[in-house]
């Protein structure tokens, strides 16, 4: 039941009983039954009505919560959409910060391979220039990315000297010779002993640090004198305490009393690298 359909109806009762009236017919029962049924079509379109407005206001409430939900997804849909754009753009960058990594990478590899290469080329020259020693008092090695020539000091010196005999004098010119010319070589001149200390009153030293120091100062002399730029030469003595053998036996005691020269090719343009990262 809706309000257009109460409007007649009550309308006809209405009219019903004016004509009822008129005609002077009318029973107070019959009145009284109008009364109450005007009275419930009044209730129940009241009640009507406040149904209407009640789904009115619900309407209105669903509207305004739908309403907030969509603002509230497109809020969502904004924030995904810019943190999917951050994302692309941080991916981007890390992309180009892995390029550049790996081209460093690579051009670090370049170097280092060209390094390598320098150090076997190296070694085949110093090897090649020194062929005529005995291997028992010579030897030419690479280790640790560096070429390593090893004397003894049966070679180079009388026990307890730091002169040079002739044959090691030779042998340090061969060197100097096959080396001059390359100022992409470090040259590291390293005095060794063994671990008997120097006889007392030996002039002008105090101990074995004295003797491995000057011996390195002597061949370091030889070589600058024999052509080697005194920039690229470092003499330097490690008196008894870098031994290759254990120091027990005559054998191995002459083992450490050797004289190493350490050749190494300059990293200057890797350094670079390594310093801009």
């Known amino acids: 039941m809706n309000r257009h ?21 009318v029973s107070q029962k019959q009145y009284t039954a109008l ?28 509207e305004d919560a739908l309403r907030s939900n969509l603002l509230n ?24 910060d892995l390029r550049s990594k790996e081209q460093r990478i690579a051009e670090m590899q370049r170097i280092l391979d060209q390094k390598d290469a320098a150090v076997r080329a190296l070694r085949q020259k110093v090897g090649d ?13 690479v280790k640790n990315g560096k ?20 044959k090691g004098q030779e042998a340090l010119k061969k060197l100097a010779t096959a080396l001059t010319g ?16 120097i006889t007392k009153g030996t002039l002008g030293m105090k101990d074995n640090w004295d ?3 000057l011996r390195a100062t002597e061949i370091t002399r030889i070589l600058t004198e024999s052509g080697l730029s005194p920039a690229q030469v470092t003499p330097s003595g ?31 343009e890797l350094f670079r690298i390594l310093e801009a990262n």
């Open 5 to 25: 359909f109460l409007r007649p109806t009550f309308a006809f009762a209405l009219s019903a009983s004016l004509l009822a009236l008129g005609t002077g017919c």
């Open 35 to 62: 009364q109450t049924q005007y009275d419930e079509l009044t209730k129940s379109r009241e009640q009507l009505q406040a149904q209407k407005t009640a789904l009115e206001q619900e309407k209105a409430r669903s």
């Open 73 to 96: 997804k497109n809020q969502q849909v904004n924030q995904l959409n810019d943190n999917l754009s951050g994302a692309q753009q941080a991916n981007s960058q890390l992309s180009a």
């Open 129 to 141: 220039a020194l062929l005529g020693f005995n291997a028992n008092d010579l030897t030419v090695n």
């Open 147 to 166: 070429v390593y020539v090893s004397l003894s000091e049966q070679l180079l010196f009388k026990s307890g000297s730091t002169k040079v005999d002739p």
């Open 182 to 197: 390359n100022q992409d070589v470090n040259v590291l001149v390293e005095g060794h002993t063994d671990n008997v200390p």
């Open 211 to 213: 003797l491995s120091v």
């Open 238 to 268: 490690r008196s008894q305490y870098v031994p290759v053998a254990a120091n027990t036996t005559p054998a191995e005691k002459a083992l450490n009393r050797r004289t190493e020269i350490i050749l190494t090719p300059k990293l200057d």
